[in-house]
């Protein structure tokens, strides 16, 4: 069955708006600071700011695009870490982020849109984000490559997970060429609502599931529906981004935003210890901590550098 990951994110912004209500009370100088909460880069105007926020579940993945892992306790802390072409404005509708890139609809018959990523939109690790990254959320939310076998509900088995196809299973697979930074979308159905696919959080980094699963070109394993390749592939997108309490490794969950994850393990009781999470920010943005419940049921998130 075809679903949508939106509402999910829609929800996500939401509590991260009330987050950003909580920083302008809870300034540990006294003076009230402010927080953006959409997709647009975030910054804060006085460090050290404490929040906290009821929720009750720990971050577990970086990955929140598969049927067991898209949960809001992974959007809250991903909003700000994967970007996307597009974020939920203050009153709920998409908004273009053009620091990740733009796109438009170029024809109607079929439809197609033109994605068009930003020059300077790069992964943490320096490495461009393109057409590999785009094919790849692609594949793995069009439910177009079936592994033949039935799941325990009697749905057809995939090689990638997803918890929403709607969208992409009615488009081709993306036009372009690895290292292009423009795209080509055609619909083989149109679909009223093109302007909500390749959202924040939909992309991830083609460059790391090629390394880790063993793939030498995500795009040619797709276009090619070398299944051999993309059961590899899938193997990795479904599993390799979950992550136990506590871990977080940087190396193969890069940043595509104003903030990466890292783990943390100081300032809390030994009962958090290997618990925490290290928000910290990239090109001169605030840092922020991240924490699981305390005993009062609350979780904390701390503004400040990794030595304060």
């Not at 598969?66 to 404005?89: P, S």
């Not at 992964?123 to 039935?150: H, M, R, Y």
Request: charged residues 20%; contains cysteine.
């Amino acid at each position: 069955m075809s679903t949508s990951g939106t509402a999910a994110r829609a929800i996500a912004l939401a509590a991260v708006s009330a987050l950003g209500l909580a920083a302008c009370a809870t300034s540990s100088s006294g003076t009230s600071s402010s927080s953006s909460s959409t997709g647009s880069a975030a910054s804060a105007t006085t460090a050290n700011t404490t929040i906290t926020a009821a929720y009750e579940q720990e971050f577990g993945a970086y990955n929140n695009n598969t049927a067991d892992q898209n949960a809001v306790k992974n959007t809250v802390v991903l909003n700000q870490v994967l970007r996307g072409f597009w974020y939920f404005g203050t009153d709920g509708t998409v908004q273009p982020d053009k620091e990740f890139g733009t796109f438009e609809k170029t024809a109607d018959n079929p439809l197609t849109i033109k994605y068009t990523i930003n020059d300077k939109a790069v992964w943490s690790d320096g490495t461009p984000i393109e057409c590999s990254d785009i094919v790849l959320a692609w594949a793995a939310n069009s439910n177009q490559f079936p592994t033949g076998k039935k799941n325990s509900d009697g749905s057809e088995g995939q090689v990638f997970s997803t918890a929403g196809s709607t969208g992409y299973e009615d488009a081709n697979v993306p036009q372009c060429n690895k290292g292009d930074k423009t795209v080509t979308l055609t619909y083989k159905t149109p679909f009223a609502d093109w302007n909500s696919l390749f959202g924040g959080g939909s992309i991830l980094p083609a460059h790391i599931l090629e390394k880790q699963s063993g793939v030498s070109d995500i795009i040619a394993a797709v276009k090619n529906k070398d299944m051999a390749q993309l059961t590899k592939a899938g193997t990795f997108y479904n599993t390799g981004w979950i992550f136990k309490a506590g871990q977080y490794k940087t190396d193969i969950a890069p940043a595509a935003g104003p903030y990466q994850v890292a783990v943390r393990t100081r300032r809390f009781s030994q009962r958090l210890v290997n618990r925490v999470l290290h928000v910290r920010g990239i090109d001169g943005a605030v840092p922020i901590e991240v924490a699981p419940a305390d005993l009062r049921g609350r979780r904390r998130w701390r503004r400040g550098g990794p030595g304060e």
